[in-house]
């Protein structure tokens, strides 16, 4: 609960209509994923500057807080805890600006503009920021949780489209650093934007950026083929089509039977396009670029491609085209899974010589060890991302997930070089995982920046403990 | 003048040939460009450890450093002042690991490996590292100025490249910080090994690396085109390619008629191909892609767009075709101006509509303000980089240098939101341009970061002033 006094001031510093409290608090307590917490209060600043007084206030104060924008993300980062203690600072009305500059090929966007907004701002100019999500999360969340996506393989990370940024250092005074700029090329001493892309919010909260933003493809070839075997086939295709395909290779994406299956439940209208059988898995792949008057250049170049890998005896079957059947049939994945019973999420990432063997041992050990427990993958093959789901059937009751959970991170992390939040971030979902599976040296190292830009905010995620003397 | 007991105390570290003074440590004090300094001795070692075990003895004894691997930057970074007292701590017999992943698509290298070393172990592979230098540096260097060069529109800079670092950090300990993995997609904390890259060595020294590499295009094709006028034009072309080339534009290169001079007379066997006149501005174009077995798909679409870019009256003349002896011309600028007086060199990155009108304001005003010195400008217009070299007839005196490069670094950064160094990095040579033209509260927190990491080591570059209570 809010006091008087508290909520006093920050209406003073954001409006009436820039403080929620009670039943309105509701929705921005509740993540995407995971248990609702309770909120204080939510407080919504108009601009950077209101974030920066708000953010000054509560260092000031005391007062936890936690950044929202979005709302989207699946490891609890932006939504307070169960405590009443913690406000949500909400980003939601940094809506402006969103300002295109076709010249220089950027974006200027406050840190409340949704994905969908940008892209529908940029679509008159023949540009997008390809980020290939299924959510439409806002630019705060997107830059501090270092998303990604879908065509990563092609476009890479938000890290790549960051130029400039606004922050709120989370200082007593409120200060606002001041790191804007729409230059692709700077190398005047340390990029400190870098400290702020995927750390969460707990350096600074991101208000407003700079975006580089790419041409969007006019010509585009779809595909799903059935890779020859399960081991060794698939990565072989992925090497022949990035030699012979280059970087217009824009998604290779790998489908489990189990994950083909619930998205074919969940999407009726589609079929399987391979008869009546369900392959052991399939893969996705895209290839797009710009043409110019040619826009049947992917399709001839796509089949020209396949037909080389069928020759190679590296798939055995395949369907080009209906490409936004195809994709439709990918997203339905995740809810399509959903449906089935309680599902166990895992956003790891892979050497991409190591994610097939990973699946094939985990197949057979969760046979073993936590019978029930279906392997349920699906993700992306080409940069070595995996959406390791397991599906649990609801009968079978919920005494093992915690078990299942510690297994499979520690087989990934220990034995197969994982990451365990591939695109996901760190927040309170998988703070654990981080203190048991982070060097010591890194934590504090991370601990010494943590002390540097956020000590004096209670409740901020912590990257490390309290430094002792490091580096000296 | 290195004492016995230091000598000593290191050949035991690093070995006999590990040590060199006198006469043998020249090739080490001189940088490629401004003048020579004089190095206390020259240690070499051989592997991460001994890197990390010479550091820690360096911190523990207060003798300075100077981190160097290929010698070929361009702001005195890499070489020591001339007081005598600093060592080079060469990385150049760091050339192991240097390990394809053919699979993963990526090499761990060693900090000594050369760019040349790299592509020719990358070429049976059908991958290189995209980074289109003139120089051939080692990796070490590339990492720590963060180099771009000559394809960045399409393939970025050096930070993109890095997937894992491992860094001899400056403590007394001689900790060794390793930040290694092939990983694509790991959002698990700080990403540390950012503050490594563009930072010149001093939070650290890398001495090891793992590169995301790429397909080497099988099919390019290259123009060079005369733009209808030098303030529109250019611009408009680049948008047209762009949207109809998508990113396998590969290079959009501007070249000023006095560059092109110079380039001509350097490369005696290349003719200007528009005839007897020099162009007042060309660029350079080029497109590169895998095409499968089309090799003439890039050719074919580069005609279409320049053909629709002489309908719309952007460009009044072009040749297609001889590749190698346009990319020839274009990288016999550099040696060409030199040879031809004294060379102001300038590294500036602009927002790419800012490029043309900077061009011309300095154009007409160093004209009155500074009569003689000529504007030889060129570089990579489609990411706003410049070399904005200045030419001063030998006979002109260097009375005036002085004032023309404050003239010109103030009228970039302050009229034209110019970077004063795109891709070179800080070094000596532009420390006080670092020191003027910084905000406060960047060398704030730049300068409590060096203090995090390199407080110990006298010598080291500053990025900012001993902080004072910041962000508290």
Redesign the interface.
Known sequence: MLSAEHRAALTALVGEQGVLTGAATEGYATPARYAAGRAAAVVRPASSAEVSAVVGYCVRQGLAFVPQSGNTGLVGNATPDDSGAQLVLSLERLRAPLEV??????VRVGAGVRLSALNDALQPH?LFLPIDLGADPMMGGMIS??T?GAR?L?Y??M??HVLGLKVA????DG?E???M????????????K??F???GGAFGVVTEAVLDV??R??DRAVAMVVPADVREAP?ALL?LL???????LSAFEGISQNAFRAALAQAQSLRNPFGAELPEYVVLIELS??????TQ?ME??LT??LERAANDELIVDAVIGRGEQLWTLRHSISTGLKAMGHLLGFDL?????AILPFRSAMIAELATRFPGYQVCDFG?LG???VHFSLLRPHALGDAQDAAVYDYVFDAAIQHH??????????GRANQSI?DR???A??QS??G??TQ??S??VPGAVR?GPKPEG???
Chains 1, 2 share one sequence.
């Open positions: 500059d076709v010249a220089n090929r950027s023949g949780t270092n990604a990563f092609r890479g990370d890290r790549r250092l989370a200082d007593r200060t650093l001041d790191l700029s729409a230059l692709r090329k700077n190398n005047t001493g340390v990029d400190l870098q400290l892309i995927g750390t790419q041409p493809p006019t990565l090497r990035e030699h012979g395909a280059g970087e217009v670029a710009s043409t110019g008057a040619d250049a001839r170049l020209d491609l990432a892979f050497e991409r010589g992306h940069d070595g991302g070089g994982a990451s365990f939040s591939g695109e996901h971030g760190i981080y599976h982070t060097p040296l890194r190292i991370a010494a920046l540097l830009f000590a004096a990257f490091i580096l000296t």
